[in-house]
Antibody, heavy 120, light 108 residues
Framework: EVQLVESGGGLVQPGRSLRLSCVAS????????MHWVRQAPGKGLEWVSG????????GYADSVEGRFTISRDNAKKSLFLQMNSLRTDDTALYHC?????????????WGQGTLVTVSS | EIVLTQSPATLSLSPGERATLSCRAS??????LAWYQQKPGRAPRLLIY???YRATGIPARFSGSGSGTDFTLTISSVEPEDFAVYYC??????????FGGGTKVEIK
């Protein structure tokens, strides 16, 4: 069974940083692309960033480009999101999601998410 | 950036009725479109990918169609567990990947 467990969320002041982690199990991690998708309270889904299986292809939403950095450690079956210069509109539940392939396509497994609240 | 517009925003149906949900893209996404279901407090679930392929374990009452800019998710006979929010998503010319705003299917 695929399991994705996120951690690292919390309450942070605007302008500060936070690092999210996602540990995967139940599948061959280094065969698949991985993503971060967020959902602000009461709102829809927003793709944040994705990374291909070998980290050769990485992309970001315009809203986080230059502030967030995605990375993965295939040996540790882990996905990360370094979030800098956080803003109040970054407040959301952040889900780690597995792609259906090694490149960027669609998301067939999701974690339950870690909540990030940006507030002074 | 390709914008996905979903309609209607809310669909009120009785169990057993047919549901037809629409997703329109601001430019062609060819067939690179997926549909997800999300229930309150739960993570989304992939239903359909590449416009018409059912994901693993998805019941046959869910079907997808369309290409280019117009896509449809159909639930042939709505079951009580199908009341949820549905999102479409494309992957054409990423980044970015984008989602539509969602359609809520509610009990009439």
């Amino acid at each position: 069974e695929v399991q994705l467990v996120e951690s690292g969320g919390g309450l942070v002041q605007p302008g500060r940083s936070l690092r999210l982690s996602c540990v995967a199990s139940g599948f061959t991690f280094d065969d698949y692309a991985m993503h971060w998708v967020r959902q602000a309270p009461g709102k829809g889904l927003e793709w944040v960033s994705g990374v291909s299986w070998n980290s050769a292809n990485i992309g970001y939403a315009d809203s986080v480009e230059g502030r967030f950095t995605i990375s993965r450690d295939n040996a540790k079956k882990s996905l990360f999101l370094q979030m800098n210069s956080l803003r109040t509109d970054d407040t959301a539940l952040y889900h780690c999601a597995k792609d259906i392939s090694g490149s960027i396509r669609y998301f067939d497994s999701w974690g339950q998410g870690t909540l990030v609240t940006v507030s002074s | 950036e390709i914008v996905l517009t979903q309609s209607p925003a809310t669909l009120s149906l009785s169990p057993g009725e047919r549901a037809t949900l629409s997703c329109r893209a601001s430019q062609s996404v060819i067939g690179y479109l997926a549909w997800y279901q999300q229930k309150p407090g739960r993570a989304p679930r992939l239903l359909i990918y590449d416009a018409s392929y059912r994901a693993t374990g998805i019941p046959a009452r869910f079907s997808g169609s369309g290409s280019g800019t117009d896509f449809t998710l159909t639930i042939s006979s709505v079951e009580p567990e199908d009341f949820a929010v549905y999102y479409c998503q494309h992957r054409r010319n990423w980044p970015p990947v984008t989602f539509g705003g969602g359609t809520k299917v509610e009990i009439k």
